[in-house]
């Protein structure tokens, strides 16, 4: 009978093991993986960056781009510091995208036409849905 017991305190005693080695190598997949995809967004801005400076100007959309890849790095820091997903930050980085595909649509064709109200559509939706988030809930 003392034997069972004690093969289930160490059978219980794995198992605690074998969920903490568990969670700290999710912790140290999560922070590996945010520190890459940082590293990506700072180097994809720089490599954006550079091209600018190539050029010798940049135009509305460059810096639209730029913008967006500021967005994509304080949302890797928020996520950082409070392993939440902030849907916010991705809303906004989405009406950034459609605006610059507006703009750059409007200075390619210099027309108006049916694609400008569906972007400027989509990008009405997105505002809304800030709005909706950012309310709170009338359960709390």
Same mark, same amino acid.
């Given at each position: ?56 100007? &940049?135009?509305? =959309?460059?810096? #639209?781009?730029?913008?967006?890849? %500021?967005? $994509?790095?304080?949302?890797?820091? +928020?996520?950082? @510091? ?29 027309? &108006?036409?049916? =694609?400008?109200? #569906?972007?400027?559509?989509?990008? %009405?939706? $997105?505002?809304?849905?800030?709005? +909706?988030?950012? @309310? ?5």
């Amino acid at each position: 009978m003392l034997d069972i017991q004690r093969f289930r305190q160490l059978n219980e005693q794995a198992k605690l093991l074998a969920d903490e080695i568990g969670n700290l190598l999710i912790e140290v997949f999560h922070y590996l993986a945010l520190f890459v995809i940082g590293a990506s967004i700072v180097w994809s801005a720089v490599v954006a960056y550079g091209g600018m400076m190539l050029q010798g100007h &940049a135009t509305i =959309g460059d810096i #639209l781009l730029l913008f967006i890849y %500021l967005e $994509l790095g304080a949302m890797v820091g +928020i996520y950082f @510091k409070t392993n939440l997903m902030p849907v916010r930050c991705l809303i906004y980085i989405a009406i950034t995208a459609l605006a610059r595909l507006l703009i750059a649509d409007i200075q390619a064709h210099h027309q &108006a036409d049916m =694609g400008i109200l #569906l972007v400027s559509g989509g990008i %009405l939706l $997105l505002a809304l849905s800030t709005v +909706i988030i950012r @309310k709170p809930s009338d359960d709390t």
